[in-house]
């Protein structure tokens, strides 16, 4: 990272420098922006041009177009795909990333580590895991789950919600309801586990449709009680089930949102635009010839941040942190146990791949000015790769946010009043799993935190209703929601995201450390204080002792430490986890879609690293029974002191709707720190300059309306 201080202009009078200390090598420069957003069932587009590199540099360098197109090429000419290639079905394809020591040990200007590919396809409805050599062209078989299937394909989801429309009993249901079939939106709903004898033998689907007639918002639409289920490699129409034909359909007034649409209603003055201006630059590094690769683009994960480093500002020194860190999966149970909605418990990860939901970005509006975005490189259903333009956006960000300060009491007779600002290097990407929207970022701080956020937005999945006031609702119904308007009822749920932090604190080898915060008592004859608080440290031995649910009057710190590596008065270096606002699973533990969410059951985990445990609801997530997950892992009880270890973080909202949230949510948002604890040998920004008038651009403000 570039470590000399480089200006950013903000018009308005506002401007900073920055002493950035986090390794970003990833970034290429700005591409232009995409016309038409995605939508969510859009078929994958053949190969584009993309802003990433053509060959790779970094051993972690994710798969290039080329490459996906060897692998294809191999796959295609081995028994026994060989026998009918169009038979053959790409369910995911990513880069098989050397050890971690290979890595390590690798500088740039190396030749690169043999380049291996994990693949997970279908053939003939069976499922094959394999890793790929490409330097040989060589396949390997690994082993499948037990149960459960791969990540459906955007085809998967495409076709399955097309195939009611050719089924006669389906089409006069819809007409029954009044609406014309050309009015049909219709969404594939993944089915979940429930212990039924057809889901052993079938992957299985529900189709429920919407009323688009009028609105954009088809979402606020639903045609109730009308649920298809599917076989989602024959495409048979399995089941029809159809309860709610007493249940109007909401009306289409008030649901749009598209801002042409809206262009004028709006009784308050706009607010005026606010631009970032970097003249110089960004301070992060964008050139070939990387330092490291901590950004880049994966279909399940959706944005994965490896081998960051923070620089030491006494020494210089590049400092290991983190060396994998992404969402894992994300687990999204709706609180309506009726027919057509006890199914929705929805791994949006596993299931529908976060990556390849992620949308373009927008400039301007998801994104700042000085943003700067990056693609991502994906594999469609028959093997041929695309291109997913504007997927994330990096960028340095500054609000007024301080980053120390200090100003003396005038009692002291010192005139000081010192100030430094704080800069954060924000990391992007947005995901539309049908009607949510999750907004995920990374924010490098200049004083070592790393900060992850989700945000949540989008549309809600409501449940149609006969109601159009409260005062009708039956006095010992559960209606499982809030009647938001007219015959729309938000169902309550909890959407839960769970992170896989492989931390190498100044080195692999690590220990989780629990910091008890407890009140002691006191002698009354030394002190007139009753009580005072006490920190006791315990380091866990085994996945059990990492077993963390929080708990507010049982306060603990957890810090993940080298106990090799000290500071100059003998404290082990460390990170530690700082929760901010969270949710906890609440559900039965004995509830199926909870054994198979049963990863929510704490907020903290710790295992030894293996790299066949990155998903927190197992490789197969899809219709599985939950035997394949972080819970059991963690049952093996492995040590975990001063080992390679990864520490699962688990993010939790309970969401119980309000009419704020019709027709779209505005945002909510919670986060997670790391920040170093003992890291450095003072405060890493202690040297930061301020800002001074002499230094900021004359800006000239606009003129008053």
């Not at 949006?348 to 490189?377: H, K, S």
């Not at 340095?396 to 005139?415: K, N, V």
Request: aromatic share 10%; hydrophobic share 35%.
């Amino acid at each position: 990272m570039n470590s000399s201080y480089l200006s950013h202009f903000l018009c308005f009078s506002l401007c900073l420098f920055l002493l950035l200390l986090f390794t970003l090598s990833w970034l290429q420069t700005p591409i232009p922006p995409s016309t038409s957003p995605d939508h969510l069932l859009t078929h994958p587009k053949p190969t584009q041009t993309s802003n990433l590199p053509p060959t790779p540099s970094h051993p972690l360098d994710p798969l290039t177009i080329s490459e996906i197109t060897t692998i294809r090429s191999i796959l295609i000419s081995q028994p026994p795909f060989s026998s009918s290639p169009s038979s053959l079905i790409f369910h995911s394809l990513s880069l098989d990333p050397p050890d971690k020591d290979v890595v390590l040990s690798w500088s740039s200007g190396d030749p690169l580590p043999p380049r291996r590919a994990s693949a997970v396809v279908r053939f003939n409805r069976q499922a094959h895991s394999l890793s790929i050599d490409l330097s040989t062209g060589t396949l390997s078989s690994l082993p499948n789950p037990v149960s459960g299937f791969p990540t459906m394909t955007i085809e998967d989801m495409t076709s399955s919600a097309l195939a009611p429309l050719s089924d006669p009993a389906f089409n006069r249901s819809v007409i029954a309801r009044g609406v014309r079939t050309s009015d049909l939106a219709c969404l594939p709903v993944s089915s979940g586990w429930f212990g039924r004898e057809i889901e052993n033998k079938r992957r299985l689907i529900k189709v429920q449709c919407y009323s688009i007639e009028g609105t954009a918002n088809f979402y606020m639409r639903p045609i109730e009680g009308l649920t298809v289920l599917v076989d989602m490699d024959t495409k048979e129409v399995v089941e029809i089930t159809d309860e709610g034909g007493n249940i109007p359909i909401p009306k289409s007034a008030g649901t749009d949102y598209r801002y042409e649409e809206l262009r004028g209603s709006e009784k308050v003055r706009p607010l005026r635009p606010i631009s970032i201006e970097q003249p110089e630059g960004p301070s992060f590094e964008g050139e070939v010839g990387r330092v490291g690769v901590p950004l880049k683009a994966d279909a399940r994960a959706g944005l994965v941040v490896s081998a960051a480093t923070v620089a030491d500002p006494i020494t210089g020194e590049r400092r290991s942190v983190l060396y994998k860190g992404f969402a894992s999966e994300l687990f999204v149970p709706y609180m309506d146990p009726t027919d057509a909605w006890y199914f929705k418990t929805y791994m949006d990860a596993g299931e529908y791949g976060f990556g390849l939901q992620a949308m373009p970005l927008v400039p301007l509006n998801d994104c700042p000015r000085n943003a700067y975005y990056m693609d991502g490189t994906f594999v469609a259903a028959d093997g041929r790769p695309y291109v997913r333009k504007n997927m994330i956006c990096v960028y340095e960000s500054y609000a007024g946010d301080i980053g120390w300060r200090h100003s003396e009491s005038p009692i002291t007779g010192l005139e000081i009043r010192e100030v430094r600002p704080k800069v954060t290097l924000v990391a992007r990407m947005a995901a539309s799993v049908a009607n949510y929207d999750y907004i995920v970022d990374w924010e490098f701080q200049t004083d070592g935190i790393i900060r992850v956020k989700v945000g949540l937005s989008g549309i809600l999945m409501v449940k149609g209703s006969p109601y159009t006031h409260i005062t009708q609702f039956p006095s010992k119904q559960d209606t499982y929601g809030t009647l938001l308007s007219e015959n729309i009822i938000g169902v309550i749920h909890d959407h839960f995201i769970t992170f896989h932090l492989d931390l190498d604190i100044d080195g692999a080898n690590n220990s989780f450390v629990k910091v008890q915060l407890s009140r002691q008592g006191t002698d009354s004859d030394a002190t007139p204080r009753r009580s005072y608080l006490k920190a006791t440290r315990h380091i866990a031995q085994t996945e059990k002792e990492a077993q963390i649910k929080l708990k507010l009057y049982e306060p603990y710190e957890f810090h993940v430490i080298n106990s090799d590596k000290v500071t100059r008065v003998g404290n082990p270096v460390g990170y530690k986890v700082v929760p901010a606002g969270t949710a906890a699973a609440l559900l039965d533990l004995k509830d199926p879609p909870q054994i198979r969410g049963a990863f929510t059951n704490n907020q903290i985990w710790v295992t030894p690293r293996d790299k066949k445990e990155e998903w927190a609801g197992g490789l197969f997530v899809y219709q599985n029974k939950g035997e394949d997950t972080l819970a059991v892992w963690s049952e093996k009880d492995r040590p975990i002191e001063n080992k390679d270890i990864v520490l699962w973080y688990t993010l939790g909202f309970h969401h119980i709707p309000c009419q704020e949230d019709f027709p779209i949510m505005p945002i909510v948002s919670s986060s997670f720190d790391l920040k170093p604890v003992n890291f450095f040998e003072r405060n890493p920004i202690l040297t930061s300059a301020p800002n001074l008038e002499k230094d900021l651009p004359v800006c000239t403000a606009a003129a008053s309306a």
